[in-house]
């Protein structure tokens, strides 16, 4: 069924197209211009500084030394791999599936899902734990996208990184979490912050669905490979998933073969490979895109097996601890001296942080109504997002500031604070 989805593909003969590429301004125009509209969007991306700093954030284990363990940049560039191949042979829009795919979680926390979850808490102190969530990674990559992220024009001045509707979309829709088949896009163009809950909507796109089904194909096989290069998993566990393997997609109920990878050890090219093969040949644009009934359930086992076993294994239990206390620290710190901010000055003594004295002023420069003039000096066009004098959009602008920085940047601001 190759090319299968060419008729619905996002492109300027679908009855969305003016819908995907719309923009919320006018984005300046070049003599020589090559790219389409999701190419710009990509490169607009790849070049903004949420991306670059994906090498430095938690995919699963935090803060990694080792080179060879995924981090979250590594992960974007796997869904992106994923995503591409499975656009390429269903006949979708490559360059629509790529630009989402490379931005997908520029909104990302420190310390991965557990310091979203910790931003999270923070946010909703004075509205209870059965509160709605307030800070989730893929609304979060939406509003860096819109908001945070900026590029340089041709004059030297920085402006908002405007993407296409297609793309922001995708970006906030791609919730790879929860388990379901046959996804297909929606119809309609909602507007994109009404939107207030993790898997709320489908994408606008076949290309944005894509993408969300890529994301979990990319993180299940590469988490195992992680967790064998730092002996997370033991022999019972090795046996677990060889059996996970031989009763979903490894052989049939009467014991005869079902794919030529029952038995096998299971390994990042395996599963990856065919999990796409599998999506690729199941999905039609009438079924939706979705897994065979071996491979959903495949699918499902594992991320038991993965919960079970690495995510809640008792060494990233404890820097969990360790990660909350860095979060927990900085957001009280950093609350500590909004009357200082709202006065337009730091004190002395926060200035001495040369990390985050530094970056937390700048912070404020570019995005709030904190200096004004400095704004103009430095020829930040962004809009001012927080406004100092509301609480609770100070506590928002805390909030965005921590969710920017890397694992390490993080620890190096939490030392600066207490170590004396």
Known sequence: MKHAFENVRCDSLSHKWEQAIHRETNIYKRGNAIRSEFERDYTRLLHCQAYRRLKHKTQVFFAPHNDHVCTRMEHVLHVASVATTIAKYLGLNEQLTESIAIGHDIGHAPFGHHGEDCLNALMRQKTGANAPKKFWHERNSLFFADYIETLQNPDGSEQPLNLTYAVRDGLICHCGEIDQQGIRPRDNAVQLYDIKRPGQEQPYTWEGCVVK?????????RDIEDARTYHILDMGSYRQLREIVAETVGIMRNGKPLTHRSGKAVNTTVLINDMIVDLCEQS?????LCFS?????????LKKFSYANIYNHWRL?????YASNIIGTLHDTLMGIQSFVRNGHLPRAFVQYHKLGKTFDDWLVRYTNYDLSRKATRHYQTPVVFDLADNESYQKCVIEFISGMTDQFAIECYEEIILF
């Open 213 to 221: 089904l890529s994301d979990k194909i990319a993180f299940l096989g």
């Open 293 to 301: 009934d071996h491979y959903f359930r495949f699918i499902t086992e």
């Open 317 to 321: 239990r404890e820097f969990q601890k």
């Open 284 to 288: 039609t644009p009438q079924t939706g």
